[in-house]
């Protein structure tokens, strides 16, 4: 028997009265509920239903199954590009492939969808008309694509009343076709619009009052697919592929041998700069900071002129705007005659030409950048200028800045030697030679009248240096003798001096960066821009 009082009927009625309230607001709430998931439902089971049901057009348009794009047949259908389509195009029908990059509903009837390939970009319109063959469902369907989607579009090519702004392509697509090959995310980390935005841009929204979203730099690189998708990376890669063709096909011309060397090595092939170490079958070994032996002992194996376009590592920890752990290495090596001078010739006409090629032939990449990071046309002379070193300091002292005569110029020195050489003599591109020989590599051969100057030289362009080259010593005594006073364990080299020992002619070369000098041609900020996928000593990924 319980031992509590039972309820008083004044209690018993409040708390019947309050379970009836809450009981009635329940079911309101549950009613709410249930007519919600009702909708929710029907709508489902509208998308489910085949299209085909309620659609004459349904085949017009979806989305492909995984299994007819795996190479499942081949249709014969001719597909144009994107960026061929002109006024001569006018009332063809053309099969299309791009991304997604913008869609604008207007109506239920009618809708606009940019599509890009590459670097061109076209408008198609979607207007529901039985004569067509497009439905308001169709039209539904595209303005439901996420952006960055791939699409297939097939339609007749239309002249538009008014001049586009918002694409590369004065033609549209009068879209009669369109399907789905692969869906992007509906929320992508970084918007395109906002990735390709110059500075001007972000200005004049400041000014108006409007704020912008500004992608960072790390930002981009941690999604850098989406980032290489921009118009000025589309550019900016290109040119970079350009400049990479002309060195080959340069110096091709003047009967030098492509050859590759090996990454992996037992030693530094580098003074003074960092190495990554790793094991190497149990032995000790690094990655490679230059071709620098294996091309000169090429020479000493009779090629007389080699090039090779391979990676380079280096293992500096320079957080800089112009510096990597990894890069692409321009190296090239051949027989001087006479004098060093012939290598410095050689560099002459190969850069005259790659910047004569650029200027000529890629002015619409030019363009592309020069829209997101404008920058002034690379000025350069027909026959490049030559610099002693010693004149390079005196320029600088006479300009207030003091340098150590027998030291390096800092980065600082050698941006205010640019602008200093360009105000003096008109050109963004010289080269500084007679270097002191503390400042170069131990296989670097000393000046015949003072041994304290070395037969070598330093290309600049904007004032930022892209080239070191010299005479390099080819007698393994003296050899031997400057890799022990620069602190190199000679038996770690001891391959490479002793293939001097054999017979090996006077010979000098030169590496440059391929990243740095499309940054400096285009007067970028950051290497990293010229990099695909760079590496840095914070980055790794992706």
Same mark, same amino acid.
């Given at each position: 028997?319980?031992?509590?009082?039972?309820?008083?009927?004044?209690?018993?009625?409040?708390?019947?009265?309050?379970?009836?309230?809450?009981?009635?607001?329940?079911?309101?709430?549950?009613?709410?509920?249930?007519?919600?998931?009702?909708?929710?439902?029907?709508?489902?089971?509208?998308?489910?239903?085949?299209?085909?049901?309620?659609?004459?057009?349904?085949?017009?348009?979806?989305?492909?199954?995984?299994?007819?794009?795996?190479?499942?047949?081949?249709?014969?259908?001719?597909?144009?590009?994107?960026?061929?389509?002109?006024?001569?195009?006018?009332?063809?029908?053309?099969?299309?492939?791009?991304?997604?990059?913008?869609?604008?509903?207007?109506?239920?009837?009618?809708?606009?969808?940019?599509?890009?390939?590459?670097?061109?970009?076209?408008? !198609?319109?979607?207007?529901?008309?039985?004569?067509?063959?497009?439905?308001?469902?169709?039209?539904?369907?595209?303005?439901?694509?996420?952006?960055?989607?791939?699409?297939?579009?097939?339609?007749?090519?239309?002249?538009?009343?008014?001049?586009?702004?918002?694409?590369?392509?004065?033609?549209?697509?009068?879209?009669?076709?369109?399907?789905?090959?692969?869906?992007?995310?509906?929320?992508?980390?970084?918007?395109?619009?906002?990735?390709?935005?110059?500075?001007?841009?972000?200005?004049?929204?400041?000014?108006?009052?409007?704020?912008?979203? *500004?992608?960072?730099?790390?930002?981009?690189?941690?999604?850098?697919?989406?980032?290489?998708?921009?118009?000025?990376?589309?550019?900016?890669? *290109?040119?970079?592929?350009?400049?990479?063709?002309?060195?080959?096909?340069?110096?091709?011309?003047?009967?030098?041998?492509?050859?590759?060397?090996?990454?992996?090595?037992?030693?530094?092939?580098?003074?003074?700069?960092?190495?990554?170490?790793?094991?190497?079958?149990?032995?000790?070994?690094?990655?490679?900071?230059?071709?620098?032996?294996?091309?000169?002992?090429?020479?000493?194996?009779?090629?007389?002129?080699?090039?090779?376009?391979?990676?380079?590592?280096?293992?500096?920890?320079?957080?800089?705007?112009?510096?990597? !752990?990894?890069?692409?290495?321009?190296?090239?090596?051949?027989?001087?005659?006479?004098?060093?001078?012939?290598?410095?010739?050689?560099?002459?006409?190969?850069?005259?030409?790659?910047?004569?090629?650029?200027?000529?032939? !890629?002015?619409?990449?030019?363009?592309?950048?020069?829209?997101?990071?404008?920058?002034?046309?690379?000025?350069?002379?027909?026959?490049?200028?030559?610099?002693?070193?010693?004149?390079?300091?005196?320029?600088?002292?006479?300009?207030?800045?003091?340098?150590?005569?027998?030291?390096?110029?800092?980065?600082?020195?050698?941006?205010?030697?640019? *602008?200093?050489?360009?105000?003096?003599?008109?050109?963004?591109?010289?080269?500084?030679?007679?270097?002191?020989?503390?400042?170069?590599?131990?296989?670097?051969?000393?000046?015949?009248?003072?041994?304290?100057?070395?037969?070598?030289?330093?290309?600049?362009?904007?004032?930022?240096?892209?080239?070191?080259?010299?005479?390099?010593?080819?007698?393994?005594?003296?050899?031997?003798?400057?890799?022990?006073? !620069?602190?190199?364990?000679?038996?770690?080299?001891?391959?490479?001096?002793?293939?001097?020992?054999?017979?090996?002619?006077?010979?000098?070369?030169?590496?440059?960066?391929?990243?740095?000098?499309?940054?400096?041609?285009?007067?970028?900020?950051?290497?990293?821009?010229?990099?695909?996928?760079? *590496?840095?000593?914070?980055?790794?990924?992706?």
């Amino acid at each position: 028997m319980s031992s509590e009082p039972p309820p008083t009927a004044a209690g018993g009625l409040a708390a019947d009265l309050s379970a009836a309230t809450i009981s009635k607001k329940q079911q309101k709430k549950d009613a709410r509920k249930a007519e919600k998931a009702e909708k929710a439902a029907q709508r489902q089971q509208q998308q489910q239903q085949p299209a085909d049901a309620e659609d004459p057009f349904a085949a017009n348009y979806g989305d492909v199954p995984v299994e007819e794009i795996q190479s499942k047949a081949i249709s014969g259908r001719s597909w144009t590009k994107i960026g061929d389509l002109d006024d001569s195009a006018a009332g063809r029908t053309v099969l299309i492939r791009g991304a997604t990059q913008a869609i604008r509903p207007v109506s239920k009837e009618m809708a606009f969808v940019v599509l890009r390939q590459s670097m061109s970009t076209v408008q !198609c319109v979607l207007v529901a008309s039985a004569d067509a063959s497009v439905s308001t469902q169709m039209v539904r369907f595209a303005t439901a694509l996420s952006k960055e989607s791939i699409v297939d579009v097939e339609g007749v090519v239309s002249l538009p009343k008014e001049p586009l702004k918002a694409t590369t392509q004065q033609v549209e697509i009068q879209v009669r076709k369109i399907y789905c090959i692969n869906r992007a995310i509906p929320t992508l980390p970084i918007n395109l619009e906002d990735a390709a935005r110059s500075e001007a841009e972000f200005e004049k929204a400041e000014q108006a009052g409007e704020k912008l979203v *500004r992608v960072g730099q790390d930002t981009r690189l941690n999604y850098r697919t989406i980032d290489l998708r921009t118009p000025a990376n589309q550019a900016i890669f *290109r040119i970079q592929c350009q400049v990479e063709n002309k060195f080959r096909e340069f110096l091709l011309s003047k009967d030098f041998v492509g050859i590759h060397t090996p990454k992996l090595i037992s030693g530094s092939s580098e003074g003074g700069a960092a190495v990554f170490k790793l094991l190497y079958n149990g032995q000790p070994a690094c990655l490679a900071q230059s071709p620098q032996l294996y091309k000169q002992m090429a020479i000493c194996g009779g090629y007389e002129r080699v090039f090779e376009v391979g990676p380079v590592f280096r293992a500096e920890n320079s957080n800089t705007h112009r510096h990597l !752990c990894e890069f692409v290495g321009l190296d090239a090596e051949m027989e001087i005659k006479e004098h060093y001078f012939e290598v410095c010739d050689i560099i002459d006409g190969l850069f005259v030409s790659i910047f004569k090629h650029l200027t000529e032939n !890629c002015k619409k990449e030019l363009e592309t950048i020069n829209r997101q990071y404008p920058f002034e046309p690379l000025q350069y002379l027909e026959k490049t200028l030559k610099l002693t070193y010693e004149e390079g300091i005196q320029m600088l002292k006479e300009a207030g800045t003091e340098i150590e005569p027998m030291g390096d110029l800092n980065t600082e020195s050698e941006k205010k030697l640019g *602008r200093l050489v360009k105000e003096k003599y008109g050109t963004d591109f010289f080269i500084l030679y007679r270097y002191p020989l503390g400042v170069r590599p131990f296989y670097t051969m000393p000046c015949y009248d003072n041994p304290a100057y070395t037969n070598s030289f330093d290309v600049f362009i904007r004032g930022e240096e892209i080239i070191s080259g010299a005479q390099r010593i080819h007698t393994p005594e003296l050899l031997a003798k400057r890799a022990t006073e !620069c602190g190199i364990d000679v038996s770690t080299i001891s391959a490479y001096i002793e293939s001097f020992s054999y017979g090996a002619p006077p010979h000098g070369g030169f590496g440059v960066g391929l990243e740095r000098v499309v940054m400096l041609f285009c007067a970028l900020n950051n290497i990293r821009k010229t990099s695909m996928f760079p *590496r840095d000593p914070q980055r790794l990924v992706p």
